[in-house]
């Protein structure tokens, strides 16, 4: 699981968002650059993965208490056209749940950007597995 901000736009500039935020990209992506990302729209991420640490729920903390200081250019951001969000992104199996305290999900709020999840599913061995 990574928990990331994201922040995209057709004609985003990397280097713009950095300065901006005063942050470092974990990943950047110029719009049409090959492989693209989502359409071909230039993308900017920052966030934490599992070699942070295993838990959403730390690298929800750890990301938000990183933008905290930088609410109102991320609103900015969001005036000027781009697409602000946090997103959480992992692989889905069968059985296994993803659950945030309000304390964190409240937080998240606070910073006045979306929160989304972008799921990869693990193949299923027959079609009613995920009934197990």
């Known amino acids: ?45 920052y966030g934490y993965d599992e070699s942070f640490s295993p838990s959403v ?18 609103a900015e951001l969001v005036s000027q056209g781009y697409s602000v969000q946090i997103d959480i992104t992992g692989s889905v199996e069968t059985g296994v749940a993803l659950w945030l305290s309000p304390t964190i999900l409240n937080r998240v709020k606070e910073l006045g950007v979306p929160l989304s999840f972008t799921s990869r599913c693990a193949p299923l061995k027959d079609e009613f597995d995920w009934l197990s």
């Open 1 to 45: 699981m990574s928990t990331s901000l994201v922040i995209t736009k057709s004609d985003l500039s990397p280097d713009f968002i950095s300065e901006k935020l005063s942050l470092n990209a974990s990943f950047a992506r110029l719009p049409g650059e090959t492989p693209a990302f989502r359409e071909g729209v230039g993308c900017w991420t």
């Open 57 to 74: 729920e730390d690298q929800l903390q750890a990301l938000s208490g990183q933008l905290e200081s930088r609410r109102a250019a991320l």
